[in-house]
């Protein structure tokens, strides 16, 4: 499994785009062949911080993903939004288990 944490932070102001960009193109990376998980939150300690946390099964799904037309959207649309530099996190993670 790979996992990336993207966090990034705007002005108060420019929040609401940056999550709703985000977020308009959940469904199609949901639907992206290896997409295990796509989840975008809003910082809960103050009112710039954006938090993108995705599952992939593997690190060629990923890439396939930054290659993605809605990859391209987003960086178009949140990266002028942005207030300093994104700090991007990837791991290699091995699941454990899964309990429901």
Do not use: K
Request: charged letters at 25%; proline letters at 4%.
């Amino acid at each position: 499994m790979f996992i990336a944490i993207l966090d990034f932070s705007t002005t108060a102001a420019d929040r609401p785009a940056a999550l709703a960009q985000l977020e308009s193109e959940r469904d199609e990376i949901r639907a992206m062949p290896g997409n295990i998980a796509y989840r975008v939150y809003a910082s809960r300690d103050d009112e710039t911080g954006v938090a993108l946390v995705h599952e992939w099964q593997d690190e060629a799904s990923f890439a396939a993903y930054q290659q993605s037309e809605a990859f391209a959207r987003s960086g178009v649309a949140v990266r002028p939004l942005m207030t300093g530099a994104p700090l991007s996190r990837r791991f290699r993670a091995e699941l454990v288990e899964t309990v429901a």
